[in-house]
């Protein structure tokens, strides 16, 4: 039988890759549907993900998802 066997290099891909830019897309979709944001909460919001997509995304999911819109 062949089972897959992840490899060091393909662990760090996935670790380091992938699961940072599928949260960073999850994020991104989760911010323009957002219906309580205005244009420029969710561009700030936007900027904070694109260039910092780990951290970004983090800090969207733990602090800017639950927030009211202050901005406004």
Do not use: H
Not at 1 to 6: E, F, G, S
Not at 21 to 43: F, N, P
Request: hydrophobic share 55%; proline share 3%.
């Amino acid at each position: 039988m062949n089972y897959i066997a992840l490899g060091t290099s393909e662990i760090f891909i996935l670790v380091f890759v992938a699961l940072p830019l599928i949260l960073s897309i999850y994020c991104l979709i989760e911010i323009l549907r957002s219906k309580g944001m205005d244009a420029m909460y969710k561009s700030i919001w936007i900027l904070i993900v694109l260039l910092a997509p780990l951290l970004g995304s983090l800090l969207y999911l733990a602090w800017g998802k639950n927030q009211k819109n202050y901005l406004t």
